[in-house]
C-alpha cells in the first residue's frame, strides 16, 4: 500500500495523472459511450436478481453490494452481439415462465433458496440456448465479483506494485 | 525567405519510436539543430500515460472494449493489445486506412514515441550467424555490414537504454551490457536443466529484456528508476523503468536544447533537389489543419517505422527518381519479411506443487535458435528462437451457486504450474512480398494508401512444423503433461515485426541503403528503421534497430564535418 501510494505521488510530481489531455477521456468511465441498456425494467430487475442470487450477501459481501449487477448489465449492453443480447432476452423470459410453471409464482418473487434451485436447475440442465444464457450471466457475474477493489485487495492479493518477482518460493 | 529560415534545421527525424527517438538523442547531442517529426499527437512521458494508475476495477468493462468500437476497427479490434487500458495508443483503421492485397495486420503507433510504448520490450543481440545468413545460405543480398561493426554500438545503446540478461556466453547470441536478471521460476528452471541433460545444442537462458533492474547513474540521470514488477507496462511507465522513447531518448535529446519536436506532422514525401544531387527537406501535412508545410535541412533520417518509411520513399518522386527516391533498382517496397509466430506449444506441469510464484515478473525465458545456426540441417532455411514463460495462478472452481461458490472464489486453490511458448523464426525476403503505392486511392491526409501485399511461402510453413515437434518433444522430456501444439495461421503483421522494403546491400543494383544506411543514390537520406532490414533473423528487432541507428546518426555527423553531405 504504502509502495502504491509512493508511485502515485512520483507519478503526480512528474506530470500530474490528475489532468488528462482531451484525447484521453475517450477512454475514461466518464467518457465512454452511454450505456444503452436494451432490458427492460422488469428484465433489468430479473437479471440483478440473478446476479444477486449467484453470490447472495452474507458476512462476506455479496454481487449486490459489490456492485456487479450494473457490471453484468454494462458488460450485456456494450460488449456482446445483438444475437447473444437477444438470447439472453430470451432467458430471462423462459426463467420467469419456468419460475411460473414451478412454482406459481414471479421469479423476482421467489425467496433465495428457491430463486438458486431453479438456476441450478438451468446449470444442470439440457436447454442449450438457456444454458449459455445463464452461462454468460454466471462467468460475467463471477469476473465482476472477483475484479471489485474489495476482493481483489481482501482476499485475492492484489498489489500494483509487488516490487519483487520470486520464482520459486514455498506454499 | 523568412519562412525558409524558420523552417531550416540541421537535421530532420521522420518518425519518434524507438529509432527515431535514438536518430534525435544522438543528433542533438552532437550538436545539431534537429526538427524530429511526428504523425501523431504528443504523449509526454507520466503526464499522458492516462490508464498507468488504473486498478482493475477502474475499467468499466474490466478491460474489454465495447463491441462497436471493435467492430469499427476490424484489424487492430482484434489484437491483444486492444484493450480498455492500452488502446489509447491504437491507430484506428477508419482513420488511417490502407489496403490489404493479402491479410495482413498492420499494428501502428501513431504518437510521440510510436511503439516504443507497446513493445514487448525483448532486446537480444544479433550474432555474426545472423549477419552472415543470407551470404550463406544464398538469399536475398549479402548484408554490407557484420557483427564486429555494430558492436559497438550494441554497447553504446545498451548501457543508455538499460538492458537486464545474464551473461550466457553463447556464439549465437552475443552477451551484452547487461543490468541484473530477473529471476526465472521453479517450472523454467527445471525446463533449464532439462534441456541441458537431454541436448547438446540448445539452451533456454533467460530473456533480455529493456528494464532497469538496477538504475545506474545514466538512468537515474534520465529520471528513470528501478523496475518496480507491476507489469502494466504498455500503458506507459511512470517510472520510466523500461525504456520508451518518451522516458529516455526524446527527453535527453531535449534537454540538448536542439530539438524542435512537432506533433501532427505526417511526411508526404522527401523533397530532392536536382541540381544539387541531393533532398533539401520533406514536405509535411499537418493533420490538423491538413495545410502542406516544407521543412529544409542538410541530413533527413527516416525512421516512420519500417512499412511507412517505404511509403514515404516510393511517394518522394521527381525527376531523378520518378519511381521513388533512391529507387533506382526498382527494388523499393520489395522483400518485405517478419517474424512467424504462428506456433505456439502449451502444456501443464504437475511437479513442484509445493511451489509457488510470489510477485510478477515483466519478462519470461527464451531458448536461442538452434536450428541451422553453425550449417545446414534440416529441409528448411534458417530457424526460430523461442519465448517460454511459466507460471501458476489460482484456479477456483465455478461450479455451483450461492455461499459456496462464493467461498471457492475467494479461497481459490493453485492449479498446476501451466508451461507456454511461442516461436519467433526467420522468414525468408521473398520479392513478391512487397508494398506499393495504390495507384489513386488517398488517405484523409492526400497521401497515395499503401498496398500491403505479403503471405506466407513454404519456408515458414516446414518451419513450423519443426518448432511444433521440437518444443513438443523438448516439453514431453521435461515431465510436461498434457502438451498442445497449434499453428495459429496467424497473419503475417500480427507479430508487429515487420521489416525490409529498402534493404541495406553493397550493390546499389540490388539494394537500396548502403553499409551506412544513406541511400545508395541520395547519400544525406538515412533510413535506419526496419525498413532497412536485408534479412530478419530471429531476435526481436528493436535493440538493432537502435544500434544501426546510433552508428548511422553519428556517421552522418562526420560526413557532415567532412563537408560530404
Known amino acids: 500500500m504504502k509502495r502504491r501510494q509512493a508511485i502515485q505521488r512520483i507519478a503526480v510530481m512528474a506530470g500530474g495523472l490528475l489532468a488528462l489531455p482531451s484525447w484521453a477521456k475517450g477512454w475514461t468511465p466518464q467518457n465512454l459511450p452511454a450505456v444503452q441498456t436494451f432490458f427492460s425494467p422488469l428484465d433489468q430487475q430479473v437479471l440483478g436478481q440473478i446476479v444477486e442470487a449467484i453470490l447472495p450477501e452474507s458476512d462476506i459481501p455479496g454481487a449486490k453490494s459489490l456492485g456487479v449487477p450494473a457490471f453484468v448489465e454494462t458488460m450485456l449492453a456494450d460488449c456482446y452481439t445483438k444475437a447473444i443480447q437477444e438470447n439472453v432476452e430470451n432467458g430471462l423470459r423462459v426463467l420467469e415462465s419456468k419460475a411460473q410453471e414451478k412454482y406459481t409464482n414471479s421469479f423476482v418473487q421467489l425467496p433465495m433458496i428457491l430463486k438458486q434451485a431453479l438456476l441450478m436447475s438451468i446449470e444442470r440442465g439440457s436447454d442449450a440456448d438457456l444454458k449459455t444464457f445463464y452461462d454468460l450471466v454466471k462467468n460475467l457475474t463471477i469476473q465482476g465479483y472477483t475484479n471489485s477493489e474489495y476482493v481483489q485487495t481482501t482476499y485475492l492479493e492484489y498489489e500494483m506494485a509487488p516490487g519483487h518477482y520470486y520464482g520459486c518460493v514455498p506454499v | 525567405m523568412n519562412i525558409q529560415k524558420k523552417n531550416k534545421f540541421d537535421a530532420i527525424v521522420i518518425g519518434s519510436g524507438i529509432s527515431g527517438g535514438w536518430a534525435a538523442k544522438e543528433l542533438c547531442e552532437k550538436g545539431l539543430k534537429t526538427l524530429v517529426l511526428e504523425r501523431g499527437r504528443d504523449v509526454k512521458h507520466v503526464a499522458d500515460y492516462p490508464t498507468a494508475m488504473k486498478n482493475p476495477w477502474d475499467f468499466p468493462h474490466a478491460g474489454r472494449v465495447p463491441l462497436a468500437i471493435r467492430e469499427q476497427n476490424p484489424i487492430i479490434g482484434k489484437h491483444y493489445l486492444f484493450t480498455e487500458a492500452s488502446a489509447h495508443w491504437a491507430v484506428m483503421d477508419d482513420v488511417h486506412p490502407f489496403i490489404e492485397e493479402k491479410p495482413f495486420t498492420w499494428i501502428r503507433g501513431y504518437h510521440v514515441g510510436g511503439r516504443s510504448l507497446m513493445w514487448a520490450r525483448q532486446t537480444q543481440r544479433w550474432s555474426e550467424y545472423d549477419f552472415e545468413g543470407p551470404a550463406r545460405d544464398g538469399f536475398a543480398v549479402d548484408w554490407p555490414i557484420r557483427y564486429a561493426d555494430l558492436a559497438p554500438w550494441y554497447s553504446h545503446v545498451e548501457k543508455f537504454a538499460g538492458i537486464s540478461g545474464n551473461r550466457d556466453g553463447l556464439p549465437q547470441l552475443p552477451d551484452g551490457e547487461f543490468l541484473p536478471a530477473f529471476e526465472m521460476n521453479c517450472v523454467e528452471q527445471h525446463l533449464q536443466r532439462s534441456v541441458a541433460e537431454h541436448y547438446t545444442d540448445r539452451q533456454l537462458i533467460q530473456g533480455r529484456c529493456a528494464h532497469v533492474t538496477d538504475p545506474q547513474p545514466i538512468h537515474l540521470q534520465q529520471g528513470r528508476v528501478k523496475c518496480q514488477h507491476r507489469n502494466l507496462c504498455v500503458r506507459g511507465c511512470p517510472l520510466g523503468s523500461y525504456f520508451s522513447s518518451n522516458s529516455s531518448t526524446l527527453p535527453w535529446a531535449a534537454k540538448t536544447g536542439k530539438m524542435t519536436l512537432r506533433p501532427f506532422s505526417t511526411v508526404h514525401s522527401i523533397i530532392y533537389d536536382e541540381k544539387k544531387g541531393k533532398a533539401t527537406g520533406v514536405r509535411v501535412v499537418d493533420t490538423n489543419t491538413k495545410e502542406m508545410i516544407e521543412y529544409y ?70 531458448i536461442p535458435r538452434f536450428r541451422n545456426v553453425f550449417k545446414q540441417e534440416t529441409d528448411f532455411l534458417r530457424g526460430y528462437a523461442t519465448g517460454v514463460g511459466a507460471g501458476r495462478g489460482f484456479e477456483a472452481d465455478h461450479s455451483g451457486i450461492g455461499e459456496d461458490l462464493k467461498n471457492n472464489l475467494i479461497h481459490p486453490p493453485l492449479g498446476n504450474w501451466s508451461v507456454g511458448s511461442w516461436m519467433m523464426g526467420e522468414c525468408i525476403p521473398r520479392k513478391e512480398n512487397h508494398v506499393r503505392l495504390h495507384e489513386t486511392e488517398k488517405d484523409p491526409f492526400g497521401i ?27 516439453f514431453d522430456r521435461a515431465g510436461f503433461k498434457n502438451i498442445r501444439a497449434t499453428d495459429s495461421h496467424s497473419n503475417p503483421g500480427n507479430d ?70
Open chain 2, 448 to 474: 497515395p494508401k499503401l498496398v500491403i501485399s505479403v503471405g506466407w511461402g513454404e519456408n515458414e510453413d516446414k518451419m513450423v512444423k519443426d518448432y511444433l515437434e521440437q518444443l513438443s518433444e523438448m
Open chain 2, 297 to 366: 535541412a542538410k541530413v533527413i533520417f527516416v525512421n516512420s517505422s519500417a512499412l511507412n518509411s517505404n511509403l514515404i520513399l516510393l511517394n518522394s518522386t521527381s525527376g531523378r527518381f520518378p519511381n521513388g527516391l533512391g529507387n533506382d533498382s526498382g527494388l523499393l517496397g520489395k522483400y518485405i519479411i517478419w517474424h512467424n509466430y504462428r506456433g505456439r506449444v502449451n502444456a501443464e506441469c504437475d511437479q513442484f506443487l509445493d511451489k509457488r510464484t510470489h510477485g510478477k515478473t515483466p519478462n519470461h525465458s527464451y
Open chain 2, 496 to 565: 508487429i515485426h515487420e521489416m525490409g522494403g529498402a534493404r541495406m546491400g553493397r550493390d546499389p543494383k540490388t539494394s537500396i541503403l548502403n553499409e551506412w544506411n544513406q541511400l545508395h543514390a541520395c547519400k544525406n537520406v538515412f533510413v535506419t528503421d526496419g525498413a532497412c532490414m536485408t534479412s530478419g533473423s530471429t531476435q526481436n528487432p528493436s535493440l538493432t534497430y537502435m544500434a544501426i541507428t546510433a552508428r548511422a546518426a553519428n556517421y552522418a555527423v562526420g560526413e557532415l564535418k567532412r563537408r560530404n553531405l
